[in-house]
């Protein structure tokens, strides 16, 4: 069965490439109820985040919200660190989004802590980390925090050559008043 789930999972995954929201949200809902079934925690975690960004990219975000989560605890449990501080930065970005800051902050935070802490931290992963919480931080007034995050996030970005990040991060330091 796990393999039937990878192959959703993998499709799901094609489908919201692609732009196929609603085939996507299908498939990742069959591998969400497969990988129940199968007991398969691990996969179910990677399904409840798939159809979390699919509920997400819907405008469904109380959805969402849910799916993530409900992934983040099992993340948590199963002492999965990296895939919960992608979680749960998730998390930060929908509360964000939502203009729940208060929510959105200490899910940025935690996130951060354990990117910052982890020897295996994907750069591209701690720089949207950031770039969430820089988002926050401009927004909320903390203007100095917000301009030392960019500065982290677009050394960040540049380090692994995406130009888009590197691009917005120059933008909203020459935004705050520095460059």
């Given amino acids: 069965m796990a393999s039937a789930v ?3 999972l993998h499709k799901g995954y094609g489908a919201r490439r692609e732009g196929k929201r609603l085939e996507a949200k299908r498939l990742f809902t069959e591998a969400l109820e497969l990988s129940r ?3 398969d925690q691990d996969a179910t975690a990677q399904a409840l985040t798939g159809l979390g960004g699919i509920e997400r990219d819907l405008g469904n975000s109380h959805i969402a919200l849910k799916c993530y989560e409900e992934a983040a605890e099992i993340y948590r449990f199963r002492q999965n660190v990296l895939q919960l501080a992608h979680t749960i930065r998730h998390l930060g970005d929908i509360h964000y989004d939502a203009h729940h800051f208060d929510l959105a902050e200490p899910q940025f935070r935690k996130a951060l802590a354990i990117y910052r802490a982890h020897p295996e931290t994907p750069p591209l992963d701690l720089a949207n980390a950031i770039r969430g919480y820089a988002l926050l931080k401009g927004d909320t007034g903390d203007i100095q925090q917000a301009r030392t995050l960019w ?3 677009g050394d960040l970005y540049k380090q692994v050559n995406v130009l888009a990040g590197v691009e917005e991060s120059q ?9």
């Fill in 151 to 153: 500065k982290e996030a």
């Fill in 37 to 39: 079934k199968a007991e």
């Fill in 171 to 179: 933008r909203r330091l020459s935004a705050l008043g520095h460059l």
């Fill in 6 to 8: 990878d192959t959703l």
